[in-house]
């Protein structure tokens, strides 16, 4: 392989850092490649954490991960900024501006040059244009906007407590995002009282919405049903077959003509690639904007060009937007972009190896499915040993990245953290 071989990764998420890790502990500690990561942000957190941070049960500063760091210490380089574009024949990617939290420009626009492009830049939630959603919704798809959820959410339960002593939450979409939010916000309120300073706790009057016929419709009915009476028994008012046709500053608007009332209002519905993607140099897209790809993850337009995780699509037989798809995708390429760089060997197929799924709601419960045929020979899981599996997924994520001895001291320095800091964000 050429020494000057680039392989440019864009998006350090659950693919993008572990495939960046991954060559950077290999091609680059190896000084065969030079493996570059660019993010728009600068410190990278486990996306399936975000409604935790929402909530404010999640502590900032032990769950990111910066990119800078990480880059010096496994091989690879990092550059913040914003991919706006492709230049597919010059093989340029195209970052924006970069500016400061006030606006002012840092960086001018600028080029960057790759043999291999891997675009891992991740998805938000689809609100298929419903009026007013853009206006007066909140989105937890980065830790920015979940950031700023918390930020309002401590605000009107201050009001609440103040006031009239009732706030009212409304979130669209019982997916698996919709779902743990609304048991992690009754979970945050239940630990605000141990620190509030009346005796009168405020009613948090939490509602889901959901289109569908059930809620976690990815999960066998079983769990569905069991996840739903489990939300009921802490007081979140479930509703499905609840089709939203707009929202106001007062709250949702339903096809059936009833009105959701919401002091704040979470739209955590549908998945859809980042629109920047209509941008990539004339790439082909799903109706979602994902970009479509083969099975060896390949563009279906440009050999050079390669995507994974939530924002790419494979044609005909297209894989969840899901943690364990993009982990495995990212695992794929690490092992096989080396030799498709050096022999231009071919990148065989992805095949992607279901492990199951899990949820957890809060810590009231949580339920896992296993594939048939595997542990157990399948079958549903739930209760501690589920929601003990649903944290071993993060602190698997943090090995990978930490390593072990590192993974290891970074759980031990969460459990003392715990002990001496209040478990809910208070400010
Ligand atoms: C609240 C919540 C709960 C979830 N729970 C689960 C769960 O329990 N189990 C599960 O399997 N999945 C869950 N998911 C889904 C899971 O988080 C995603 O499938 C996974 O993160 C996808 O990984 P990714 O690498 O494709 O993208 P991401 O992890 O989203 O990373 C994308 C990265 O790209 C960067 N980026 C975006 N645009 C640009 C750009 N133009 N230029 C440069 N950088 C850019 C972003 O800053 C980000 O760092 C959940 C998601 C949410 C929101």
């Known amino acids: 392989m050429s020494q000057k071989s680039e392989i440019l990764i864009v998006g350090g998420g659950v693919a993008g850092l ?33 409604h935790c941070f929402a909530a ?51 960086l001018e626009g600028r080029t960057v040059e790759y043999d291999a492009l891997i675009l891992s830049i991740g998805s938000c939630a689809n609100d298929f244009g419903t009026p007013g959603v853009a206006e007066h919704c909140l989105f937890i798809d980065n830790l920015v906007e979940a950031n700023g959820f918390n930020e309002k959410f401590r605000m009107e339960l201050l009001r609440a407590y103040a006031g009239d002593g009732a706030l009212d939450i409304a979130i669209v979409g019982g997916g698996a995002t919709g779902t743990q939010l609304a048991a992690e916000l009754h979970k945050a309120l239940e630990l605000v009282r141990l620190h509030s300073f009346s005796q009168t706790p405020p009613a948090l009057n939490i509602t889901l919405l959901e289109a569908g016929p059930r809620i976690l419709p990815a999960f066998p009915e079983q769990v569905s049903e069991a996840a739903q009476k489990e939300l009921e028994r802490i007081g979140v008012k479930v509703r499905t077959s609840a089709m939203v046709s707009g929202a106001d500053e007062n709250g949702f608007s339903l096809k059936d003509g009833s009105h959701a009332p919401a002091t704040l209002r979470v739209w955590a519905a549908g998945v859809k690639a980042p629109e920047v ?7 082909s897209l799903s109706r979602s904007g994902q970009i479509l790809i083969n099975p060896n993850l390949q563009t279906v337009d440009d050999p050079a060009i390669f995507a994974m995780g939530d924002c790419s699509y494979i044609v005909n037989d297209p894989l969840p937007p899901t943690a364990q798809v993009a982990r495995q995708q990212a695992h794929h390429l690490a092992r096989h972009l080396p030799a498709w760089l050096r022999d231009k060997r071919e990148v065989p197929s992805c095949v992607f190896n279901n492990k199951g799924a899990i949820v957890a709601l809060g810590n009231y419960n949580g339920w896992g499915t296993l594939p048939g045929g595997t542990v157990f020979g399948g079958g549903v899981f739930h209760g501690l040993s589920a929601r003990l599996g649903h944290l071993a997924l993060y602190r698997q994520h943090q090995i990978e990245l930490y390593g072990l001895t590192r993974g290891l001291m970074s759980c031990f320095s969460d459990w003392v953290d ?9 400010d």
Do not use: C
């Not at 880059?71 to 990092?78: G, P, R």
């Not at 993607?277 to 790439?283: E, P, W």
């Open 277 to 283: 993607t209509s941008g990539f140099g004339g790439l």
């Open 56 to 106: 404010g049960t999640a502590q900032n500063e032990n769950d990111r991960i910066s990119f800078m760091a990480q880059a010096s210490e496994h091989h690879f380089e990092f550059w913040p900024g914003e991919v706006i574009g492709i230049d597919r024949d010059k093989r340029q990617a195209v970052l924006g501006p970069l500016r400061s939290s006030d606006g002012t420009v840092v």
């Open 18 to 50: 572990a495939l960046a890790t991954r060559l950077g502990n290999s091609l680059g500690k190896q000084g065969q490649a030079r493996i570059t990561l660019i993010d728009k942000s600068f410190s990278h957190v486990w996306k399936p954490m975000l």
């Open 418 to 426: 715990s002990l001496v800091r209040p478990s809910v964000r208070l």
